[in-house]
């Protein structure tokens, strides 16, 4: 790679290394380790494929694509073996805003959805992407989107009791 396009996606890489970290610990409902192995994969594909990224219009929403992508692509082939458990580690708070218990009800709520409308309430609701946008990173059709989203924002209703208002105040 050219010194002048290791030194763009260098620049890339720290300006949305972190963003691409909450998002992929959102998509694993808190699995710190995973997330930092997802965002560590993502950068590794867009270094290769730099040439070709820095030259599109929009090489961060590529990035959260390729994020995307590679956690739907990990739960695809998650071993049987692994079993999730209830029992959170010891964690010093999140650089001391917000409410932890929120936050973690919150993550355990995601957590227990399905990893497909998991990914499709971080794109549509933490990412804020359309529902075209979200159906491309997802390799789905926009009315599959609307479904899970629909699915997912329920199930989460079931989860956090109605009053999803209360929660998104804070």
Known sequence: MRQGRADGYAEF????????YRSACLLTAGDTHLAEDLVQETLG???????RVS??????????TVLTRTFL???RRRSSTERATDVLPDRAVYGGHGDVSLRLTLLEALGRLPAKDRAVVVLRYWEDRSIEETADAMNA??????TRCSRALG????????????YAAH
């Open 55 to 64: 030259r599109v219009g929009n090489p961060a929403g590529y990035a959260q």
């Open 155 to 166: 199930r989460l209703r079931e989860l956090l009791g109605e009053d999803l208002g209360e």
């Open 45 to 51: 594909r867009l270094y290769v494929r730099w040439g």
């Open 73 to 75: 692509a990990h739960q």
């Open 141 to 146: 059709s926009s009315a599959a989107v609307r």
């Open 13 to 20: 890489a720290s300006a949305r290394a972190g963003h691409l």
